[in-house]
């Protein structure tokens, strides 16, 4: 419980009709979930504005609404408060309501296209290792200190974000990471928080269904560097085209890393294989459990954070050397018998698709083929999918086009735009199979020893979602099962 005057500290008001001294039990931007003495944050939201569900939420108990319009007619009673933008009102206030928790934590977000998951995770294991009691917000799960908690978004709504972090803090813990998505920043989920640092991996095509076109997903993503305080760091990769475009505006202290040119956390892939990297960072040779060039950009990323807050290189190296990625993310088993390789990967943009198989075709061998499983999620970006079908195609032997998340849409449809374009000898290499479930039983059927599966787009997930609801699919679990089947 906190009083209105003190949750709205450092929201810009524009006008004010009713009592600002009155507690608030709860702060909501959902009319649905309002309960007695709750005050209601009205959005206005990609689908519906929340402005025209202010009525309701007085009928469920609210006594203060924070919107940008007052309605056309005000309640006695009820306290109404106008303010310039009620997305950042809502980041603000829920700081305020919850105490302020990022000031109370070392909290340090990751944005870019590709790398989020992988690089978070890998400081919440580093921090942990280290000693730290750490929290962790990212798209696979949350955690607080070990305990783990069920993720809904990349970057939760400003409420739970800072519900979180406050549950970060009564725990004990002492730094926190998070990914920070563009879509997160726009609708400004992150207003509020203080950062201790900020960290970008890269940025390709991704996301413009929502961001319409590049150059806006650019300035989204680099907001989130403009906003960074003076005393925060700021980490980018110097070998991404926009790694310096990032930082050109941050008042942090700005950092670069690469494995290409002189940069101030600078690495060297001496090896690359199945068994991990091999590198040099700091002139001190690892050997990292991680796999691939992407991951020797990630482990950079996180060296450079770890050494801004100033952990011991040693330290740091030390414990990054034993770490293991995060689920879903290049993980791979080995079938007991024909030793067919089964990776599981959330590979699910462009960019991914092509990391991921470049990687794979740098590891084998060169005798054995590379079967494909990919699909893509249906009510987002329909520009990637030819783009994905080409590249899978491209950088395999033999592919199968299956269904992702269709959502709202028919899977044969999606299927059927990943189709579209493909070039002759993609033709030749590719069948649809929209059940993701006989699709890796094909690939499997398909397999001889040490052939590479990949499976591609779901990674961690548990689910596959059709038309609203979630069915259980792993594919790591799946990829079992049919190992045992074929007992291969
Ligand atoms: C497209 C998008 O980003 N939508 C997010 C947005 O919802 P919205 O704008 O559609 O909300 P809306 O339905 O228009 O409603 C507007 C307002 O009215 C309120 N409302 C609505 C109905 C009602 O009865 N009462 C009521 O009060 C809503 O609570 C909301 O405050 O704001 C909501 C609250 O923060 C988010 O949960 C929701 O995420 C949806 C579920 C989503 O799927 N988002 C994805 C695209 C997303 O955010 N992804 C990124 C990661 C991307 C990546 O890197 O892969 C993420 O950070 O997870
Ligand atoms: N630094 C990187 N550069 C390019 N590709 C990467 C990088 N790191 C990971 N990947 C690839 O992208 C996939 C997604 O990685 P990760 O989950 O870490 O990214 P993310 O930014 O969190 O994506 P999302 O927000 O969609 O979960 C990985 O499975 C891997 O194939």
Redesign the pocket.
């Known amino acids: 419980m906190a009083l209105l005057q003190d949750i709205l500290y450092k929201v810009s008001l524009r006008s004010v009709q009713g009592n600002m001294q009155v507690n608030v039990n709860d702060l909501q931007i959902d009319s649905r979930k309002i309960s007695e003495g709750s005050a209601f944050i009205a959005i206005k939201g990609v689908h519906v504005d929340g402005h025209q569900y202010i009525d309701t939420a007085i009928e469920k108990g609210a006594t203060a609404i924070i919107c940008e319009q007052f309605p056309l007619s005000l309640k006695e009673g009820i306290t109404y408060v106008q303010v310039e933008n009620s997305g950042v009102a809502a980041g603000n206030m829920s700081h305020n309501f919850y105490g302020q928790p990022s000031e109370k934590l070392v909290l340090v977000g990751?944005t870019?296209?590709?790398?989020?998951?992988?690089?978070?995770?890998l400081l919440y294991k580093l921090f942990t290792a280290l000693g730290y009691k750490t929290g962790l917000l990212?798209?696979?799960q949350n955690q607080i200190g070990g305990e783990v908690l069920a993720s809904t978004h990349?970057t939760p709504d400003a409420i739970s974000v800072n519900a979180l972090l406050k549950k970060m803090v009564d725990a004990g813990c002492t730094h926190a990471f998070m990914?920070v998505?563009s879509h997160a920043i726009d609708q400004h989920r992150i207003s509020g928080l203080e950062f201790a640092g900020g960290i970008f991996?890269?940025i390709?095509h991704?996301h413009l269904d929502y961001h319409k076109t590049f150059a806006e997903y650019l300035r989204v993503k680099k907001s989130f560097f403009d906003g960074l305080p003076t005393n925060a760091f700021a980490v980018s990769?110097q070998d991404d085209k926009n790694g310096s475009v990032m930082l050109q505006n941050t008042n942090a202290q700005k950092y670069f890393y690469s494995l290409r040119t002189l940069a101030d956390f600078k690495g060297k892939i001496l090896e690359n294989g199945l068994l991990g990297l091999v590198m040099i960072i700091d002139e001190q040779e690892v050997h990292f459990r991680l796999i691939?060039e992407?991951?020797a950009?990630?482990l950079l990323?996180v060296y450079g954070a770890a050494i801004c807050l100033h952990e011991d290189k040693h330290e740091v190296l030390r414990c990054l050397s034993v770490l293991s990625?995060?689920e879903?993310?290049?993980d791979y088993i080995v079938s007991p018998k024909e030793r067919i390789i089964g990776i599981v990967?959330?590979?699910?943009?462009p960019?991914?698709?092509v990391?991921?198989l470049t990687?794979i075709q740098k590891l084998r061998k060169g005798h054995e083929q590379i079967i494909t499983v990919v699909g893509c999620g249906g009510d987002r970006d329909t520009a990637k999918r030819p783009v994905m079908g080409q590249e899978a195609c491209d950088y395999s032997d033999r592919v199968i086009f299956t269904s992702d998340n269709p959502r709202s849409e028919d899977p044969n449809e999606i299927i059927k735009q990943m189709e579209e374009g493909l070039n002759t000898a993609a033709k030749r290499k590719f069948i649809s199979i929209v059940d993701r479930k006989e699709a890796i039983k094909t690939a499997l059927s398909l397999a001889k020893p040490e052939d590479i599966i990949l499976i591609?787009g779901k990674?961690h997930e548990k689910y596959q979602e059709i038309n609203g609801v979630k069915h259980h699919f792993d594919d790591k679990e799946v990829l079992m099962e049919m190992f045992e089947l074929f007992g291969k």
């Open positions: 990751v870019g296209t590709n790398g989020k998951t992988t690089i978070a995770t990212s798209t696979v990349t990914e998505s991996s890269n390709t991704d990769n691939g992407f991951n950009y990630n990323a990625g995060a879903g993310r290049f990967d959330y590979a699910h943009t960019d991914a698709l990391n991921v990687t591609a990674g």
